[in-house]
Protein backbone atom coordinates (compact mmCIF):
# COMPACT_ATOMS: atom_id res chain seq x y z
CA UNK A 1 0.00 0.00 0.00
CA UNK A 2 2.76 2.35 0.32
CA UNK A 3 3.67 2.34 -2.79
CA UNK A 4 0.11 4.00 -3.65
CA UNK A 5 -0.62 7.61 -2.43
CA UNK A 6 -3.81 8.09 -0.41
CA UNK A 7 -6.84 9.12 -2.42
CA UNK A 8 -7.03 13.08 -2.89
CA UNK A 9 -10.64 13.47 -3.73
CA UNK A 10 -13.76 12.79 -1.04
CA UNK A 11 -15.14 9.12 -1.80
CA UNK A 12 -19.10 8.95 -1.85
CA UNK A 13 -20.63 7.23 0.84
CA UNK A 14 -22.43 3.73 0.28
CA UNK A 15 -26.20 3.70 0.10
CA UNK A 16 -27.55 0.72 0.52
CA UNK A 17 -30.76 1.57 -1.00
CA UNK A 18 -30.45 2.12 -3.86
CA UNK A 19 -30.02 -1.41 -5.24
CA UNK A 20 -33.35 -2.43 -2.78
CA UNK A 21 -35.36 0.29 -5.10
CA UNK A 22 -38.77 -2.38 -6.92
CA UNK A 23 -38.13 -2.92 -10.45
CA UNK A 24 -41.62 -0.72 -11.06
CA UNK A 25 -40.46 2.15 -9.53
CA UNK A 26 -39.11 3.65 -13.37
CA UNK A 27 -42.04 2.08 -15.43
CA UNK A 28 -45.55 1.96 -14.82
CA UNK A 29 -47.88 -1.41 -14.86
CA UNK A 30 -49.47 0.80 -18.37
CA UNK A 31 -46.23 1.12 -19.90
CA UNK A 32 -45.11 -2.76 -18.69
CA UNK A 33 -48.54 -3.72 -20.78
CA UNK A 34 -48.01 -2.16 -23.33
CA UNK A 35 -44.23 -3.14 -24.38
CA UNK A 36 -45.59 -6.33 -23.46
CA UNK A 37 -48.21 -6.37 -25.90
CA UNK A 38 -45.95 -4.43 -28.84
CA UNK A 39 -43.18 -7.39 -28.37
CA UNK A 40 -41.87 -8.91 -31.34
CA UNK A 41 -39.54 -11.65 -32.46
CA UNK A 42 -38.87 -14.70 -29.91
CA UNK A 43 -40.35 -14.66 -26.25
CA UNK A 44 -38.80 -16.74 -23.42
CA UNK A 45 -40.16 -17.05 -20.50
CA UNK A 46 -38.86 -18.98 -17.28
CA UNK A 47 -42.30 -19.17 -15.41
CA UNK A 48 -42.81 -22.56 -14.09
CA UNK A 49 -46.97 -21.74 -14.84
CA UNK A 50 -48.31 -19.25 -16.72
CA UNK A 51 -52.47 -19.08 -16.54
CA UNK A 52 -54.75 -17.62 -19.22
CA UNK A 53 -58.30 -16.64 -17.77
CA UNK A 54 -59.79 -16.48 -21.28
CA UNK A 55 -59.08 -17.02 -24.87
CA UNK A 56 -55.75 -17.66 -26.68
CA UNK A 57 -55.25 -16.45 -30.45
CA UNK A 58 -52.44 -18.30 -32.38
CA UNK A 59 -52.62 -17.55 -35.52
CA UNK A 60 -56.25 -18.06 -37.19
CA UNK A 61 -56.98 -20.38 -34.93
CA UNK A 62 -59.04 -19.97 -31.25
CA UNK A 63 -57.49 -21.79 -27.64
CA UNK A 64 -60.80 -21.35 -25.11
CA UNK A 65 -61.98 -23.22 -21.63
CA UNK A 66 -65.36 -23.77 -21.49
CA UNK A 67 -66.47 -24.71 -18.29
CA UNK A 68 -67.88 -27.91 -17.53
CA UNK A 69 -66.74 -29.12 -21.10
CA UNK A 70 -62.81 -28.76 -21.58
CA UNK A 71 -60.82 -27.30 -23.88
CA UNK A 72 -61.73 -26.28 -27.33
CA UNK A 73 -59.68 -25.62 -30.38
CA UNK A 74 -60.99 -24.17 -33.47
CA UNK A 75 -59.82 -22.25 -36.17
CA UNK A 76 -61.60 -18.53 -36.75
CA UNK A 77 -61.83 -18.66 -40.35
CA UNK A 78 -64.50 -20.91 -42.43
CA UNK A 79 -63.83 -24.54 -43.59
CA UNK A 80 -60.18 -24.37 -42.60
CA UNK A 81 -59.18 -27.99 -40.81
CA UNK A 82 -57.48 -29.02 -37.69
CA UNK A 83 -54.23 -31.47 -38.14
CA UNK A 84 -52.16 -33.14 -35.40
CA UNK A 85 -48.85 -34.19 -36.43
CA UNK A 86 -45.76 -35.45 -35.07
CA UNK A 87 -42.11 -36.23 -36.42
CA UNK A 88 -40.94 -39.72 -36.23
CA UNK A 89 -37.85 -41.13 -35.49
CA UNK A 90 -35.83 -39.81 -38.79
CA UNK A 91 -37.91 -36.34 -38.12
CA UNK A 92 -40.39 -36.66 -40.87
CA UNK A 93 -43.62 -35.00 -40.42
CA UNK A 94 -46.53 -37.60 -40.35
CA UNK A 95 -49.92 -36.89 -39.91
CA UNK A 96 -52.20 -38.27 -37.47
CA UNK A 97 -55.49 -36.47 -37.05
CA UNK A 98 -57.07 -34.32 -39.30
CA UNK A 99 -60.59 -32.82 -38.74
CA UNK A 100 -62.45 -30.87 -41.27
CA UNK A 101 -65.82 -29.71 -42.27
CA UNK A 102 -67.07 -33.29 -43.36
CA UNK A 103 -65.08 -36.07 -41.57
CA UNK A 104 -62.11 -36.60 -39.22
CA UNK A 105 -59.78 -38.45 -40.54
CA UNK A 106 -57.09 -41.06 -38.29
CA UNK A 107 -53.71 -42.08 -40.38
CA UNK A 108 -52.25 -45.79 -40.19
CA UNK A 109 -52.83 -47.56 -37.24
CA UNK A 110 -55.49 -46.60 -34.48
CA UNK A 111 -55.47 -47.78 -30.85
CA UNK A 112 -58.31 -48.45 -28.46
CA UNK A 113 -57.58 -49.15 -25.15
CA UNK A 114 -58.57 -50.20 -21.98
CA UNK A 115 -58.22 -47.59 -19.77
CA UNK A 116 -58.05 -49.80 -16.66
CA UNK A 117 -55.44 -52.07 -18.45
CA UNK A 118 -53.38 -50.35 -21.01
CA UNK A 119 -51.91 -53.39 -22.43
CA UNK A 120 -55.24 -54.62 -23.61
CA UNK A 121 -56.34 -52.76 -27.00
CA UNK A 122 -57.78 -53.16 -30.43
CA UNK A 123 -56.28 -51.73 -33.43
CA UNK A 124 -57.85 -50.47 -36.67
CA UNK A 125 -55.82 -49.86 -39.78
CA UNK A 126 -56.38 -49.30 -43.53
CA UNK A 127 -53.70 -50.70 -45.62
CA UNK A 128 -54.29 -50.43 -48.96
CA UNK A 129 -57.48 -51.84 -49.74
CA UNK A 130 -57.79 -54.09 -47.10
CA UNK A 131 -59.19 -52.72 -43.40
CA UNK A 132 -57.67 -54.72 -40.55
CA UNK A 133 -59.72 -54.85 -37.48
CA UNK A 134 -57.81 -56.94 -34.63
CA UNK A 135 -57.95 -57.49 -31.06
CA UNK A 136 -54.45 -58.06 -29.69
CA UNK A 137 -55.12 -60.20 -26.67
CA UNK A 138 -54.21 -63.70 -26.38
CA UNK A 139 -57.79 -65.69 -27.37
CA UNK A 140 -59.61 -62.69 -27.88
CA UNK A 141 -62.74 -62.06 -29.48
CA UNK A 142 -64.51 -58.85 -31.43
CA UNK A 143 -68.13 -58.70 -30.89
CA UNK A 144 -70.95 -56.67 -32.81
CA UNK A 145 -73.62 -55.60 -29.90
CA UNK A 146 -76.93 -54.15 -31.60
CA UNK A 147 -79.21 -51.99 -28.73
CA UNK A 148 -83.12 -53.27 -29.33
CA UNK A 149 -86.29 -50.86 -28.81
CA UNK A 150 -86.26 -50.94 -25.26
CA UNK A 151 -82.44 -50.13 -24.86
CA UNK A 152 -81.43 -53.50 -23.94
CA UNK A 153 -78.18 -54.69 -25.87
CA UNK A 154 -77.28 -57.62 -27.59
CA UNK A 155 -74.42 -59.46 -29.55
CA UNK A 156 -75.45 -59.95 -32.73
CA UNK A 157 -71.94 -61.09 -33.99
CA UNK A 158 -69.08 -62.71 -32.48
CA UNK A 159 -65.88 -64.00 -33.98
CA UNK A 160 -62.60 -65.60 -32.52
CA UNK A 161 -59.91 -68.28 -33.36
CA UNK A 162 -62.68 -70.84 -32.21
CA UNK A 163 -65.47 -69.64 -34.42
CA UNK A 164 -67.90 -67.34 -35.43
CA UNK A 165 -71.21 -66.58 -33.11
CA UNK A 166 -74.79 -65.12 -34.82
CA UNK A 167 -77.77 -64.62 -32.76
CA UNK A 168 -80.31 -67.10 -33.38
CA UNK A 169 -83.04 -64.04 -34.51
CA UNK A 170 -80.10 -62.65 -36.71
CA UNK A 171 -81.96 -62.40 -40.52
CA UNK A 172 -78.90 -62.85 -43.00
CA UNK A 173 -79.11 -62.16 -46.42
CA UNK A 174 -76.94 -62.26 -49.64
CA UNK A 175 -75.33 -65.53 -48.28
CA UNK A 176 -73.62 -66.91 -51.14
CA UNK A 177 -70.16 -68.71 -52.04
CA UNK A 178 -69.38 -70.28 -48.54
CA UNK A 179 -67.05 -73.01 -47.95
CA UNK A 180 -67.88 -75.25 -45.14
CA UNK A 181 -65.54 -77.52 -43.98
CA UNK A 182 -67.73 -78.94 -41.22
CA UNK A 183 -71.39 -79.19 -40.61
CA UNK A 184 -73.00 -77.63 -43.46
CA UNK A 185 -76.01 -75.54 -43.70
CA UNK A 186 -78.78 -75.59 -45.80
CA UNK A 187 -80.13 -72.54 -48.15
CA UNK A 188 -82.97 -72.12 -50.43
CA UNK A 189 -81.54 -71.94 -54.07
CA UNK A 190 -84.51 -71.33 -55.50
CA UNK A 191 -83.81 -67.71 -56.00
CA UNK A 192 -80.02 -66.75 -56.69
CA UNK A 193 -77.97 -65.20 -53.61
CA UNK A 194 -81.03 -65.50 -51.39
CA UNK A 195 -81.50 -67.12 -47.82
CA UNK A 196 -84.76 -67.71 -47.16
CA UNK A 197 -85.33 -68.98 -43.63
CA UNK A 198 -83.47 -69.77 -40.81
CA UNK A 199 -79.93 -70.54 -40.78
CA UNK A 200 -79.80 -74.49 -39.55
CA UNK A 201 -76.93 -76.56 -39.09
CA UNK A 202 -76.94 -80.86 -40.08
CA UNK A 203 -74.57 -83.29 -39.71
CA UNK A 204 -75.41 -84.08 -43.76
CA UNK A 205 -75.72 -82.44 -46.96
CA UNK A 206 -79.27 -80.78 -47.41
CA UNK A 207 -80.63 -81.26 -50.80
CA UNK A 208 -82.67 -78.44 -52.32
CA UNK A 209 -84.34 -78.64 -55.64
CA UNK A 210 -85.10 -75.69 -58.53
CA UNK A 211 -87.56 -76.85 -60.74
CA UNK A 212 -88.99 -75.13 -63.93
CA UNK A 213 -91.91 -76.13 -66.06
CA UNK A 214 -92.42 -74.57 -69.93
CA UNK A 215 -94.06 -75.48 -72.79
CA UNK A 216 -92.27 -74.89 -76.05
CA UNK A 217 -93.75 -75.22 -79.67
CA UNK A 218 -91.38 -77.34 -81.89
CA UNK A 219 -90.50 -75.03 -84.08
CA UNK A 220 -88.85 -77.05 -87.44
CA UNK A 221 -89.17 -80.96 -87.68
CA UNK A 222 -85.84 -83.30 -87.57
CA UNK A 223 -84.18 -80.06 -86.45
CA UNK A 224 -82.82 -80.58 -82.71
CA UNK A 225 -83.49 -77.13 -80.52
CA UNK A 226 -82.01 -76.63 -76.76
CA UNK A 227 -85.47 -76.27 -74.53
CA UNK A 228 -83.90 -73.92 -71.99
CA UNK A 229 -82.93 -71.46 -74.29
CA UNK A 230 -85.94 -71.70 -77.03
CA UNK A 231 -88.61 -69.02 -76.60
CA UNK A 232 -88.59 -67.58 -72.95
CA UNK A 233 -85.07 -68.85 -72.21
CA UNK A 234 -85.31 -70.36 -68.59
CA UNK A 235 -82.69 -68.43 -66.09
CA UNK A 236 -83.09 -69.78 -63.09
CA UNK A 237 -80.37 -72.94 -64.17
CA UNK A 238 -78.07 -70.17 -64.43
CA UNK A 239 -76.38 -69.77 -61.12
CA UNK A 240 -76.30 -73.42 -59.73
CA UNK A 241 -73.77 -73.09 -56.55
CA UNK A 242 -70.75 -75.04 -56.48
CA UNK A 243 -71.99 -78.53 -55.69
CA UNK A 244 -72.74 -81.81 -57.16
CA UNK A 245 -76.45 -81.72 -58.90
CA UNK A 246 -78.66 -84.48 -60.26
CA UNK A 247 -80.29 -83.11 -63.06
CA UNK A 248 -83.70 -84.36 -64.73
CA UNK A 249 -86.49 -83.38 -67.32
CA UNK A 250 -89.33 -85.30 -68.57
CA UNK A 251 -91.58 -83.95 -71.23
CA UNK A 252 -94.99 -84.65 -72.90
CA UNK A 253 -97.46 -83.63 -75.88
CA UNK A 254 -100.67 -82.97 -73.95
CA UNK A 255 -100.84 -79.69 -74.72
CA UNK A 256 -101.01 -80.15 -78.55
CA UNK A 257 -100.13 -83.43 -79.28
CA UNK A 258 -99.40 -82.76 -83.28
CA UNK A 259 -98.74 -85.48 -85.88
CA UNK A 260 -94.85 -87.13 -84.67
CA UNK A 261 -92.99 -90.12 -86.18
CA UNK A 262 -89.98 -90.13 -83.91
CA UNK A 263 -88.61 -88.17 -81.35
CA UNK A 264 -84.97 -88.11 -79.51
CA UNK A 265 -84.18 -86.38 -76.50
CA UNK A 266 -80.17 -85.97 -75.34
CA UNK A 267 -78.21 -83.54 -73.18
CA UNK A 268 -75.74 -80.65 -74.43
CA UNK A 269 -72.87 -79.97 -72.58
CA UNK A 270 -73.18 -77.83 -69.42
CA UNK A 271 -70.96 -74.57 -68.84
CA UNK A 272 -69.59 -74.04 -65.22
CA UNK A 273 -69.79 -77.94 -64.59
CA UNK A 274 -68.43 -81.12 -65.71
CA UNK A 275 -70.43 -84.17 -65.89
CA UNK A 276 -69.91 -87.29 -63.73
CA UNK A 277 -72.33 -89.86 -64.07
CA UNK A 278 -73.98 -89.67 -67.38
CA UNK A 279 -73.15 -88.77 -70.81
CA UNK A 280 -74.70 -86.32 -73.76
CA UNK A 281 -73.97 -89.14 -75.95
CA UNK A 282 -76.72 -91.25 -73.74
CA UNK A 283 -80.33 -90.43 -75.56
CA UNK A 284 -83.60 -91.15 -75.76
CA UNK A 285 -85.28 -92.64 -78.85
CA UNK A 286 -88.83 -93.01 -79.26
CA UNK A 287 -90.40 -93.98 -83.71
CA UNK A 288 -93.67 -94.01 -83.97
CA UNK A 289 -95.47 -96.46 -81.57
CA UNK A 290 -97.07 -93.99 -78.42
CA UNK A 291 -96.17 -90.68 -79.85
CA UNK A 292 -100.20 -89.77 -79.71
CA UNK A 293 -100.02 -89.50 -76.18
CA UNK A 294 -96.44 -88.88 -75.63
CA UNK A 295 -94.67 -88.55 -72.10
CA UNK A 296 -91.40 -89.96 -70.90
CA UNK A 297 -88.13 -88.80 -68.78
CA UNK A 298 -85.17 -88.02 -69.94
CA UNK A 299 -81.87 -90.16 -68.75
CA UNK A 300 -80.89 -88.50 -65.56
CA UNK A 301 -77.14 -86.57 -65.40
CA UNK A 302 -75.04 -85.79 -62.47
CA UNK A 303 -72.70 -82.35 -62.65
CA UNK A 304 -70.22 -81.03 -60.65
CA UNK A 305 -70.77 -77.11 -60.85
CA UNK A 306 -67.44 -75.50 -60.44
CA UNK A 307 -68.86 -72.18 -62.04
CA UNK A 308 -69.27 -70.20 -58.72
CA UNK A 309 -72.44 -69.02 -59.74
CA UNK A 310 -72.47 -68.76 -63.14
CA UNK A 311 -73.62 -72.33 -65.19
CA UNK A 312 -75.71 -73.17 -67.56
CA UNK A 313 -77.59 -76.25 -68.78
CA UNK A 314 -78.16 -77.88 -72.51
CA UNK A 315 -81.80 -79.67 -73.32
CA UNK A 316 -81.62 -81.03 -76.76
CA UNK A 317 -84.86 -82.10 -78.37
CA UNK A 318 -85.88 -83.29 -81.61
CA UNK A 319 -89.12 -84.27 -83.00
CA UNK A 320 -89.61 -85.61 -86.59
CA UNK A 321 -93.19 -84.69 -87.40
CA UNK A 322 -96.05 -83.36 -90.22
CA UNK A 323 -98.34 -81.56 -87.34
CA UNK A 324 -96.45 -79.00 -85.28
CA UNK A 325 -96.68 -80.15 -81.80
CA UNK A 326 -96.44 -78.26 -78.47
CA UNK A 327 -94.28 -80.27 -75.91
CA UNK A 328 -94.21 -79.20 -71.93
CA UNK A 329 -90.62 -79.14 -70.53
CA UNK A 330 -90.46 -80.52 -66.50
CA UNK A 331 -87.49 -79.69 -65.87
CA UNK A 332 -85.63 -79.74 -61.88
CA UNK A 333 -82.15 -79.88 -60.16
CA UNK A 334 -81.57 -81.39 -56.78
CA UNK A 335 -77.87 -80.21 -54.81
CA UNK A 336 -77.39 -83.77 -53.87
CA UNK A 337 -73.31 -82.92 -52.47
Known sequence: MAEYPPPQDDTPIFNSQEFLIPLNASISQAQADARYLARTGTAISNANTTSFTDQITVGSALIDYIPAQGIEIKPTVNSET????????TGATKQRIECNTTHQQLYDVTRITDSGTPASFSTIQQSGNILFLQNTINNSSIRFVSTDGFGVGTTTFQSSIFG???SPTTNISGLNGIQCNGAIFGRNDTVANTFNGTLLYSRYPIGWTIDFSKAVVIPTSNVTVDVISTGTPITVFNTLSNGVWRVSCSCNNAAVTGVMTSVTMSWGTPTGATIINGSTSQLYHQITAGLTNFSAPFPDIIIRTTGNGV?????????????????TFNLWATKIA
Request: hydrophobic fraction near 50%; charged fraction near 10%; glycine fraction near 8%.
Open 311 to 327: TGLVCNFTATFSVQPTM
Open 82 to 89: LFLRVKDG
Open 164 to 166: IIM
